[in-house]
């Protein structure tokens, strides 16, 4: 089942975009033009209480109120007294009245109405339509302004799991049908338990009513407009990117604390990786005012080991993204159709957890292996499908969309012209086997966690490794600290079992540790190398 994203929108079924502020400013001049002096902006609320309060405070702190009456009446001007209730914390709040302020040079009149129930509001603001923006942006943003989330459960567990949550995390629980007749619907799985199938919940948490509205799958939350964050966090918990149904290849994990300190010797890497992915989306303004955004696909290229998924990582780690590896084990299929299908749905979980305001970063490992090259690809219309695939979707990521797509391969030859095409990975980073420099910041990385004695001199060790990859390099201090234990547990005359306690004293990596490990190293890599 193809997993459909969050999608926020007002309460009243109004979308909040530039199309609709386009279409406004339009309307706004052709009342302008026609000599309209006065017009009305009327917007209802799901509560009473806290919209009321919050607007009247927001006109006290930002306008100067002229009058207070308690009604508009049939000539068009206020009148009467109004009707204001003291809440048990001393703050006023309008029943029926009528306010009259000045934002700046402008006039406006706030009408406050209880309508329809006792906690439903509904106001009208008086105004030239050229300040018709301002109220709206106003009353958008004002704490009592609703908003609806929404988003269809892939899995059944997962619906099961926020319905529990929500029954007994909440307060004030209540729940009746979600449709005009009949009764609330609720079905019973043998091990999942009790799940709903049609109803509406309505609870508190805090200050705060949410009204969740189940129907199948499909679940709307209808929340204030500042606990939109708060719900769709709470819907991302209830299934989770890397949920055990996921639909997805593979599934979406959170990658360990890591900087750009540990990525050893490649300052220019780390320069073009941040200045084409890491800063735009971590601070996307300064580009968006120069045109820019982040690159759609960026290409690691160079041997094995040398740092490209660890570089994948680093990136994932910065942004605080979720990481998405895949690689074409993981894609293709014997089956029909369903090497395509992975690669859609791979693109498609990506979108799902951007949508819900996380950054992702999607690397493709060893992204050669799909054989995305046509001219090797033959007749054979399994591999051609998948080509397509990808670069449908690669084309149909949009930019600024939270989502940094990264591949590794150490044979570029193999990938075809049309996959590395701009708008496609279109940016190229060749990572090659690591300098005399390098090679020394990378032993200096991987042996800062191992006890060392002074003596260990590094540059020496830089100077012998010449032509080894990072991965290789890495391995020697492994197999060096494994060199150690087994001299030291000699040394003291005891075996590795027995080797704890007062015999860890003195338990040091010395010189010869990784002189020997970098020729166990040397020959396994070639065994002619050693003599």
Same mark, same amino acid.
């Given at each position: 089942?193809?997993?459909?994203?969050?999608?926020?929108?007002?309460?009243?079924?109004?979308?909040?975009?530039?199309?609709?502020?386009?279409?406004?400013?339009?309307?706004?001049?052709?009342?302008?033009?026609?000599?309209?002096?006065?017009?009305?902006?009327?917007?209802?609320?799901?509560?009473?209480?806290?919209?009321?309060?919050?607007?009247?405070?927001?006109?006290?702190?930002?306008?100067?109120?002229?009058?207070?009456?308690?009604?508009?009446?049939?000539?068009?001007?206020?009148?009467?007294?109004?009707?204001?209730?003291?809440?048990?914390?001393?703050?006023?709040?309008?029943?029926?009245?009528?306010?009259?302020?000045?934002?700046?040079?402008?006039?406006?009149?706030?009408?406050?109405?209880?309508?329809?129930?006792?906690?439903?509001?509904?106001?009208?603001?008086?105004?030239?339509?050229?300040?018709?923006?301002?109220?709206?942006?106003?009353?958008?943003?004002?704490?009592?302004?609703?908003?609806?989330?929404?988003?269809?459960?892939?899995? #059944?567990?997962?619906?099961?799991?926020?319905?529990?949550?929500?029954?007994?995390?909440?307060?004030? *629980?209540?729940?009746?049908?979600?449709?005009?007749?009949?009764?609330?619907?609720?079905?019973?799985?043998?091990?999942?338990?009790?799940?709903?199938?049609?109803?509406?919940?309505?609870?508190?948490?805090?200050?705060?009513?949410?009204?969740?509205?189940?129907?199948?799958?499909?679940?709307?939350?209808?929340?204030?407009?500042?606990?939109?964050?708060?719900?769709?966090?709470?819907?991302?918990?209830?299934?989770?990117?890397?949920?055990?149904?996921?639909?997805?290849?593979?599934?979406?994990?959170?990658?360990?604390?890591?900087?750009?300190?540990?990525?050893?010797?490649?300052?220019? *890497?780390?320069?073009?990786?941040?200045?084409?992915?890491?800063?735009?989306?971590?601070?996307?303004?300064?580009?968006?005012?120069?045109?820019?955004?982040?690159?759609?696909?960026?290409?690691? *290229?160079?041997?094995?080991?040398?740092?490209?998924?660890?570089?994948?990582?680093?990136?994932?780690?910065?942004?605080?993204?979720?990481?998405?590896?895949?690689?074409?084990?993981?894609?293709?299929?014997?089956?029909?159709?369903?090497?395509?299908?992975?690669?859609?749905?791979?693109?498609?979980?990506?979108?799902?957890?951007?949508?819900?305001?996380?950054?992702?970063?999607?690397?493709?490992?060893?992204?050669?292996?799909?054989?995305?090259?046509?001219?090797?690809?033959?007749?054979?219309?399994?591999?051609?499908?998948?080509?397509?695939? #990808?670069?449908?979707?690669?084309?149909?990521?949009?930019?600024?969309?939270?989502?940094?797509?990264?591949?590794?391969?150490?044979?570029?030859?193999?990938?075809?012209?049309?996959?590395?095409?701009?708008?496609?990975?279109?940016?190229?980073?060749?990572?090659?086997?690591?300098?005399?420099?390098?090679?020394?910041?990378?032993?200096?990385?991987?042996?800062?966690?191992?006890?060392?004695?002074?003596?260990?001199?590094?540059?020496?060790?830089?100077?012998?490794?010449?032509?080894?990859?990072?991965?290789?390099?890495?391995?020697?201090?492994?197999?060096?600290?494994?060199?150690?234990?087994?001299?030291?547990?000699?040394?003291?005359?005891?075996?590795? *079992?027995?080797?704890?306690?007062?015999? #860890?004293?003195?338990?040091?990596?010395?010189?010869?540790?990784?002189?020997?490990?970098?020729?166990?190293?040397?020959?396994?890599?070639?065994?002619?190398?050693?003599?």
């Amino acid at each position: 089942m193809s997993q459909k994203p969050d999608r926020q929108r007002t309460a009243g079924g109004e979308g909040v975009g530039e199309a609709g502020s386009g279409r406004n400013e339009a309307l706004f001049d052709l009342l302008a033009s026609l000599g309209v002096e006065e017009t009305v902006v009327e917007r209802h609320f799901s509560e009473f209480e806290g919209p009321a309060r919050n607007l009247l405070d927001w006109i006290q702190g930002h306008a100067r109120i002229c009058g207070i009456w308690g009604e508009i009446g049939y000539d068009g001007k206020p009148k009467g007294s109004p009707e204001l209730s003291v809440l048990a914390n001393g703050d006023l709040c309008p029943v029926e009245a009528v306010v009259q302020a000045e934002i700046g040079r402008e006039s406006f009149l706030f009408e406050f109405s209880r309508k329809y129930s006792s906690d439903r509001l509904r106001v009208r603001v008086r105004t030239h339509p050229r300040n018709v923006q301002r109220i709206e942006s106003i009353l958008f943003q004002s704490w009592g302004h609703r908003v609806v989330v929404e988003r269809r459960f892939r899995s #059944l567990r997962s619906l099961c799991r926020l319905f529990q949550e929500v029954s007994s995390g909440f307060e004030g *629980v209540t729940i009746r049908s979600d449709r005009s007749q009949g009764a609330p619907k609720l079905a019973m799985d043998p091990v999942l338990g009790l799940y709903p199938t049609d109803l509406q919940l309505e609870a508190r948490k805090g200050a705060s009513l949410f009204r969740f509205r189940f129907l199948g799958q499909s679940l709307s939350v209808e929340c204030a407009w500042e606990a939109a964050a708060e719900v769709r966090e709470l819907l991302e918990t209830a299934e989770p990117p890397s949920d055990e149904e996921g639909a997805g290849p593979c599934a979406a994990v959170r990658v360990s604390e890591a900087s750009w300190e540990d990525l050893g010797g490649m300052p220019e *890497v780390e320069r073009t990786m941040r200045d084409l992915i890491e800063y735009p989306l971590r601070n996307p303004e300064p580009y968006r005012r120069m045109g820019l955004a982040p690159s759609k696909g960026i290409l690691l *290229v160079g041997p094995a080991g040398t740092g490209k998924t660890t570089i994948a990582k680093i990136l994932a780690s910065q942004l605080d993204a979720l990481f998405l590896s895949v690689s074409a084990s993981d894609i293709n299929s014997m089956w029909h159709g369903e090497s395509e299908k992975n690669v859609a749905r791979l693109f498609e979980d990506a979108r799902r957890i951007a949508s819900g305001g996380r950054l992702v970063v999607l690397f493709f490992d060893e992204i050669d292996g799909l054989r995305t090259n046509r001219d090797e690809m033959g007749a054979e219309g399994v591999t051609r499908r998948t080509f397509g695939e #990808l670069c449908r979707e690669m084309d149909g990521l949009r930019q600024n969309t939270g989502i940094a797509v990264l591949a590794a391969t150490n044979r570029f030859e193999d990938l075809d012209p049309a996959l590395v095409r701009p708008g496609r990975f279109d940016r190229k980073i060749e990572i090659g086997l690591p300098a005399e420099a390098a090679r020394a910041a990378i032993l200096r990385i991987h042996l800062r966690k191992i006890p060392g004695s002074e003596k260990l001199a590094i540059e020496p060790l830089a100077a012998v490794t010449e032509g080894l990859s990072g991965a290789e390099l890495a391995a020697i201090c492994q197999r060096a600290a494994f060199l150690a234990i087994r001299r030291h547990a000699t040394g003291c005359g005891v075996s590795l *079992v027995d080797l704890r306690g007062f015999f #860890l004293e003195g338990l040091f990596l010395e010189q010869e540790d990784l002189v020997c490990a970098v020729e166990e190293i040397r020959r396994e890599k070639d065994p002619g190398s050693i003599r």
